[in-house]
């Protein structure tokens, strides 16, 4: 009798206990943070995430993300996902440096992922600078620059001629610009400098007959290295272009200005307040020019009934490049993330 009694208590001493270890493991099992290894921020899709036509998303999303998770981020875009798979991470930061930078400072902070050992990868398409690239080209961007902070004058009330009307003021220059890591920035590109990327005949004769069969102007596509000019201000023409290029020569930028566009220097001073900046890579594509083409002007390219698309096939400033630039962008950048899940880089 006593000895039942014995089991007994037991066994009554050692289920709750059984309960509360199988509790305490769930508990710790349903805190533990996804690894993050590669956050990829593409920052606006042109349709469905998958099966139409391409925007900036959808390549990486069908090859790394489809049928994985999906989770709703605070701070971010009421119908952006965090789609995440296997490592992979994609989202769609939405465009300018205020959505990128709260987009991406929301999803770091979010304590459901570990990104401690994760690679931010910037990509999308930009605007190349006149002499310098031709649209359909891919960069590894080492250096991003801020086109808004400083001084910028109207070229009217200028005193004298010049062909710059931006002014440098250093007080800014902690979020100005950021030079991103030169090694990593030289792993990244021995990956990809040989990729073989696309064009069309049509963005081909675009290029030349506005650029009068200038050399710079009709070689092919290739993957090169360069700065990025970043602005909210969608601006063309010669004098910001002459602007840009004072820019990168001002802040000693290792590389030329190559490409303007709208995000990546938000995105760098997140990830430099986060001490993340080392692992901050950036892969644009070239799908229209800093300076009017194909007799646009600013009335004609900027009026409000003016509505066509880059993606047009018709487009007076992109030609039919678009979708192929999307493509070219995911043949490079596929190389960096794979360096990335299988440990090469």
């Not at 902690?174 to 069309?200: F, G, N, P, R």
């Not at 023409?237 to 709208?262: F, S, V």
């Not at 901050?280 to 300076?291: A, E, L, T, W």
């Amino acid at each position: 009798m006593k000895k039942l009694v014995s089991v007994i208590l037991a066994v009554i001493i050692l289920v709750p206990s059984l309960f509360v270890t199988a509790f305490a493991e769930a508990e710790m099992n349903a805190q533990v943070p996804v690894e993050i290894k590669a956050l990829i921020l593409p920052k606006f899709e042109s349709g469905d995430m998958a099966g139409d036509f391409p925007g900036e998303a959808q390549y990486y999303y069908e090859a790394y993300c489809a049928g994985g998770d999906e989770y709703s981020i605070k701070g971010g875009f009421e119908d952006n996902m965090l789609y995440v798979k296997d490592g992979v991470a994609i989202y769609i930061t939405g465009m300018g440096k205020v959505n990128a930078a709260m987009s991406l400072n929301s999803i770091l902070l979010d304590d459901r992922f570990d990104f401690s050992d994760a690679y931010v990868i910037s990509t999308g398409c930009a605007g190349s600078a006149y002499e310098y690239g031709v649209m359909g080209d891919v960069f590894v961007i080492t250096a991003a620059v801020d086109y808004d902070l400083g001084h910028h004058a109207d070229i009217r009330e200028l005193s004298g001629e010049t062909d710059t009307t931006w002014f440098h003021d250093e007080s800014y220059d902690s979020s100005s610009y950021k030079i991103l890591d030169a090694e990593l920035m030289e792993k990244v590109y021995d990956l990809v400098k040989d990729v073989e990327i696309s064009t069309t005949e049509k963005t081909k004769n675009f290029m030349a007959v506005t650029f009068d069969g200038a050399e710079w102007a009709t070689r092919d596509p290739q993957v090169l290295k360069g700065t990025t000019v970043t602005g909210d201000n969608y601006w063309k023409g010669m004098y910001d272009h002459a602007n840009a290029i004072l820019m990168t020569q001002t802040y000693g930028c290792p590389d030329p200005y190559a490409l303007t566009e709208m995000e990546d220097v938000a995105l760098a001073v997140v990830l430099d307040r986060l001490d993340m900046l080392d692992r901050f890579i950036i892969i644009r594509d070239s799908v229209n020019m800093d300076v009017f083409m194909n007799g646009a002007s600013p009335e004609s390219l900027w009026d409000p009934e003016f509505d066509e698309s880059l993606a047009s096939e018709e487009s007076v400033e992109a030609a039919d490049i678009f979708a192929t630039a999307m493509e070219n962008n995911f043949k490079v950048g596929s190389v960096v993330v794979d360096a990335i899940l299988d440990g090469t880089l």
